[in-house]
């Protein structure tokens, strides 16, 4: 399974960005998938999550501000964010766990830079 997460950029305080994360292959599914930040200097963190159950979780950071989606047509992870702050500026790096030929795997997508600016 490949991931290919694009949708990054700069944008000024209180704007908003849409990062999108597609995965491609041959027969998988997906499991769960995730967005993660990790910050220059500091350890990567949850930002949002939808497990196998479609329950989402979200870091306290970015609730009310980030929502998570997934579009199964298009094996499509999103996460739109809102009312950014320069504190959101990080990698942005998505997540899947896919089974193909009846292994689970996680994989991680290449990561997009999200540049805040105050």
């Known amino acids: 399974v490949q991931l290919q997460a694009s949708g990054g950029g700069l944008v000024q305080a209180g704007g908003s960005l849409r990062l999108s994360c597609t995965a491609s292959g041959s027969r998988f599914n997906i499991n769960a998938v995730g967005w993660y930040r990790q910050a220059p200097g500091k350890q990567r963190e949850l930002v949002a999550d939808?497990?196998?159950?479609?329950?989402?979780t979200y870091a306290d950071s970015v609730k009310g501000r980030f929502t998570i989606s997934r579009d199964n047509a298009k094996n499509t992870v999103y996460l739109q964010m809102n009312s950014l702050k320069p504190d959101d500026t990080a990698v942005y790096y998505c997540k899947v766990v896919a089974t193909t030929n009846r292994v689970t795997l996680m994989y991680w997508g290449q990561g997009t830079l999200v540049t805040v600016s105050s």
């Open positions: 939808i497990n196998s159950g479609a329950t989402t």
